[in-house]
């Protein structure tokens, strides 16, 4: 009996094996998106900033209190913490970094001490 040429080479075995071969993509993809470092460093900041004008803000209202201001009224804290919130867009400007308050609080001042300069001519 004769074998056929299937049977001899073992070309069908190969087909099947050859089928089971996972085929990987000939298209590369992109290169991997680097986080911008200076995210992480702007955050930071903004930590810090944070941390530090809630610490000097307790410890200020504090001695206000203990000389005598009246801290405890409504028209005293919405003004106040104003006036906190001013200070931190002061040092977030210092570094760089946007807060709301930013633009207004620099345009504000600088009318304020214009017209303070005229006042006193």
């Known amino acids: 009996m ?3 040429f299937e049977e001899y080479t073992g070309y069908k075995t190969i087909n099947m094996l050859m089928s089971n071969v996972i085929q990987f993509p000939t298209k590369l993809t992109g290169p991997v998106k680097q986080v911008d470092s200076t995210f992480y460093e702007n955050e930071i900041a903004k930590n810090l900033i944070e941390d530090f004008i809630d610490k000097i803000g307790h410890e200020l209202v504090n001695q206000m209190h203990h000389n005598g201001y009246d801290v405890d009224n409504d028209g005293f ?5 104003f006036a906190m919130e001013l ?3 002061t040092l977030y400007y210092s570094k760089d970094l946007d807060h709301k308050l930013s633009d207004y609080a620099g345009r504000i ?3 304020y001490f214009a017209e303070e300069a005229t006042n006193n001519e």
């Open 77 to 81: 804290i919405i003004r106040y913490m």
């Open 109 to 111: 001042a600088q009318e």
């Open 87 to 89: 200070l931190k867009s």
């Open 2 to 4: 004769e074998r056929s």
